[in-house]
């Protein structure tokens, strides 16, 4: 599956239980901000309606930064990587 990199604004207005989930997602701390949930919640959906591959998805964003870092990483920064990042 391949997604190009776009930038889309949406109005949303959320009332009742979607509002409340909302709010309670930043205040527990899951998401520091509404924008960063909501943008976890679509990539979701994509990811139950069979959409997306996180994994392709993954490997496709390390490809990128390692080609514009100019240096190849060690195996041991690569899992240092990918810990902090399911940690996040």
């Not at 409340?20 to 679509?42: C, H, M, P, Q, W």
Request: hydrophobic letters at 35%.
């Amino acid at each position: 599956m391949e997604f190009i990199a776009r930038t889309e604004t949406v109005i949303v207005k959320l009332k009742g239980m979607a509002a409340d989930v909302l709010n309670r997602l930043i205040e527990t701390g899951f998401y520091t901000n509404k924008s960063e949930a909501l943008r976890a919640g679509v990539i979701r959906l994509g990811q139950e309606y069979g959409l997306v591959d996180l994994a392709e998805y993954y490997e496709k964003r390390l490809d990128e930064a390692v080609r514009k870092s100019g240096k190849k990483p060690t195996y041991e920064e690569v899992m240092e990587t990918i810990e902090r990042t399911r940690k996040d």
